[in-house]
């Protein structure tokens, strides 16, 4: 029984330069400070970061894994908190996400509906803010 | 400096976007969502949807093209340079699924200036052909104001 409270299986994710560059090809977003050193360092950043909506999908995953079905998230939002950097290596960047059912209400159709508020870690920091889903849940 | 004048202004609605089922299994696959809603077209139907489902910040793809169009307009006055993204969020009124055709049209709701950055809300409204909204996105951006 899902209820508040109810914690989300813990998704370990890691993030490579490659990531980067499939995220951009697929969502259109060609920023240079999303694979290049260079541009990220002269606006000074420590080096090239994630996307902010490529960390964004990758939390909504937490919540999709567990529900099983992308097509039943209602509502989704996030503050950019802290920046996602991405080291040009193998192993890339850790993200650890992990999540609490803080309510389920009942629509007027019978449908329960769970808050989900998600908590993404990078390098020990919080990088997303008031990161909530809401989604449907069957039966 | 950006204009305040466009502030409450809604701007000429996007050019219509058809949703294609590859563009959905290559954003499915760039971001690991792995369900077979998002690839398959048989398991989609068979759990009710007309067609592949996209992942749900999928909608980005399409609004963020139109979204840079503004911010790059000189008449506007914005940074682009230096922007950062400060928050978003997306509500999805039904899934967006492969084969819909959709408008997007940018609502300028607020600008504001503080501690040396202008912060700027726009709202996406979008619809289907048949004019039902299909989901609302919100962002804020935010650009270091001159010193």
Not at chain 1, 86 to 102: I, N, Q, Y
Request: charge should be negative; include cysteine.
């Amino acid at each position: 029984m899902i209820e508040k409270g109810t914690e989300l299986p813990p998704l370990p994710l890691r993030v490579t330069r490659a990531d980067l560059v499939r995220y951009a090809g697929a969502s259109g977003d060609f920023n240079p400070i999303h694979w290049s050193d260079r541009v990220a360092t002269a606006v000074g950043l420590p080096g090239v970061i994630a996307h902010g909506m490529l960390t964004m999908a990758l939390a909504a995953r937490l919540v999709t894994d567990w529900v099983g079905d992308p097509a039943a998230v209602r509502s989704y939002s996030v503050r950019f908190t802290r920046p996602v950097v991405v080291p040009d290596d193998d192993e890339g960047a850790l993200l650890e996400l992990s999540g609490k059912v803080t309510a389920v209400t009942e629509g007027d159709d019978g449908t329960r509906v769970a808050s989900v508020l998600i908590t993404a870690r990078f390098d020990e920091k919080t990088v997303l803010g008031k990161a909530v889903a809401e989604v449907t849940l069957k039966g | 400096m950006p204009d305040p004048s466009f502030v409450g202004r809604a701007l000429p609605p996007s050019a219509p976007y058809t949703v294609g089922r590859e563009k959905i299994r290559e954003f499915a696959l760039a971001i690991g969502e792995g369900a077979s809603v998002c690839t398959d077209v048989g398991a989609a139907r068979a759990a009710g949807h007309r067609d592949v489902v996209a992942p749900p910040t999928f909608s980005v793809t399409f609004t963020m093209p139109h979204i840079e169009a503004f911010l790059k307009d000189p008449a506007f006055g914005w940074d682009y340079s230096r922007m950062v993204h400060g928050d978003q969020s997306i509500t999805l009124h039904r899934p967006i699924c492969g084969g819909d055709v959709l408008t997007t049209t940018i609502h300028v709701e607020d600008l504001k200036t503080r501690a040396g950055s202008h912060m700027l809300t726009l709202r996406c409204e979008i619809v289907d052909a048949a004019d039902e909204s299909v989901a609302t996105t919100r962002l804020m951006l935010v650009t270091q104001a001159d010193a």
